[in-house]
Each structure stands twice: as structure tokens, then as C-alpha cells.
């Protein structure tokens, strides 16, 4: 089984910034790309950013610029740096992985969310 655990979420003022970890643990032979997705009240859930196994990376338009994906691969981790926050970024934050596990099955996990709240 492969979990993923997302920690890093809160509240900050307009401007500021947060840093989203998510560590996937179980029986892992790889992971290939890793991504963070949002959603907002009453909205649908969309991409963010993207990173491959080999660390290409792209954003969102609307994070562009703003916000830094990154991954430590002998940690099985992936984070998020966010920085200028915007109120409309408010939003449960979700790691997404491809996972190839020890039996060489390849499956999509998902995380359980972590809030961010921008506000003042």
C-alpha cells in the first residue's frame, strides 16, 4: 500500500508565503511525475504544478512565478513553494503521484488535502 501525506497548510496574510510537503511512504519501487492540484469552495479541482522524475517542471498560469515545485527523490517527497499568496489562492491543496510499486504495478495515488487560507 502507498500513502501520501501532505503537511504545510494554514493561515497567511496576503503576500506571504507557505511551503506544502507531501512524503509518500510504502512499498515504492519509483515515482515518476508528482503534482499538487487545489480546490477551492465551490469550484472544480485543478492543476498547479507538475514535476517529472527527471525535475522538469510546469505551472498554472496563475501561479506562475509565484509558486516553486521541487522534490527530493531519495525522500520520496515533493513540495510546493508558495510565495506572494493571493486571496484567490485559498484553497485545499492535494499531492498527486505516479507510483510504481515493489510488485511493478503502476497506480495514481492521491493525499488527503491540506487547507491553505490566504486572508488578512
Known amino acids: 500500500q502507498v500513502q501520501l501525506v501532505e503537511s504545510g497548510g494554514g493561515l497567511v496574510q496576503p503576500g506571504g508565503s507557505l511551503r506544502l510537503s507531501c512524503a509518500a511512504s510504502g512499498r515504492i519501487f519509483s515515482i515518476n511525475a508528482m503534482r499538487w492540484y487545489r480546490q477551492a469552495p465551490g469550484k472544480q479541482r485543478e492543476l498547479v504544478s507538475t514535476?517529472?522524475?527527471?525535475?522538469?517542471?510546469n505551472y498554472a498560469d496563475s501561479v506562475k512565478g509565484r509558486f516553486t515545485i521541487s522534490r527530493d527523490n531519495a525522500k520520496n517527497t515533493v513540495y510546493l513553494q508558495m510565495n506572494s499568496l493571493k486571496p484567490e489562492d485559498t484553497a485545499v491543496y492535494y499531492c498527486n503521484a505516479d507510483v510504481t510499486r515493489s510488485s511493478f504495478v503502476t497506480n495514481n495515488y492521491w493525499g488527503q488535502g491540506t487547507q491553505v487560507t490566504v486572508s488578512s
Open positions: 514535476i517529472t522524475s527527471g525535475g522538469s517542471t
